[in-house]
């Protein structure tokens, strides 16, 4: 039987959980919190453990941060007891849904609930022995945030990329598809890869990911191979849009021939224009 009760505590009484994956950020976001909180109180309790003379918190870290910084003396906390693994998936549950989750906070949150998985061992509630044996911890993982076993397996792959490189994908100057190949290099090779990108100005696309992933495993990738690689050119992206002339269709009379439908989008898109250039001088 689960342990817990509601009570009033100090914030400062609640410690922060360990290895804690996702930043508390004192943004926008932020302050908007502290605004909530300043006129309407915490509505929802924060979720933590006993932990020696102190509490675990397991969930509302951002929500104690706020109640700081409004001077609250207490705040109310639903007190649960609970195992190390317990915690951890709850931990990971409870924030995985809030947006603006970067993408190393989400990989670090994912590995840690699939190795708590694999120490609370193999589940017990599918029917079929053949089923049970392939679904692995991280097939599982996926199956509670909603997305498959191999975007989890791509996501904890990021774990294996050096800080400089996760901050790079976080920042988006590194596309999630090329940092899953990436995550293969060692990191001295990592290393040489930074090296690169700050002489070339330039990040790696997919394909050329890609070859330096198939270059290390085969012991080939070195800083001349390497560069070789980042200094291809990339293809320009297409700028081609393709309208549906079926979705198209239900917006004009059937008699209007392809030529007449693009010359009124054309006619339009110019009023339109015109239209936000005197918006914009007035």
Request: hydrophobic share 35%.
């Amino acid at each position: 039987m689960v342990k817990e009760f509601i009570s009033q505590l100090p914030p400062d009484k609640l410690t922060p959980f360990a290895k804690h994956p996702y930043r508390v950020q004192e943004d926008a976001a932020m302050d908007e919190l502290v605004e909530s909180i300043r006129v309407h109180g915490i509505l929802s309790p924060l979720l933590a453990r006993p932990k020696g003379e102190s509490y675990e918190l397991v969930s509302g870290h951002r929500r104690r941060l706020a109640a700081q910084k409004l001077g609250l003396s207490t705040v109310p906390v639903l007190v649960r007891e609970m195992t190390d693994d317990e915690a951890v998936i709850l931990m990971v549950d409870s924030n995985l849904q809030r947006e603006n989750i970067l993408p190393s906070e989400r990989a670090k949150a994912y590995k840690m609930k699939m190795e708590a998985i694999k120490r609370q061992g193999a589940r017990t509630d599918l029917t079929s022995p053949k089923i049970s044996a392939k679904f692995r911890s991280d097939d599982e993982v996926g199956q509670d945030a909603g997305v498959s076993g191999d975007t989890i397996r791509n996501y904890i792959a990021l774990t294996q990329l050096v800080p400089e490189l996760q901050q790079m994908v976080d920042e988006k100057k590194i596309a999630l598809s090329p940092a899953y190949q990436l995550a293969a290099l060692t990191p001295k090779e990592q290393g040489l890869l930074l090296e690169t990108i700050g002489s070339e100005q330039t990040t790696p696309s997919l394909s050329q990911a890609q070859r330096m992933k198939k270059l290390s495993q085969s012991g080939e990738l070195n800083e001349d191979t390497m560069l070789s690689i980042m200094m291809e050119q990339k293809k320009p992206e297409k700028n081609d849009i393709t309208l549906s002339g079926e979705k198209l269709r239900k917006y004009f009379p059937r008699s209007y021939t392809p030529f007449q439908i693009e010359n009124t989008i054309f006619k339009l898109l110019d009023a339109w224009q015109k239209k936000r250039q005197r918006d914009q001088s007035r």
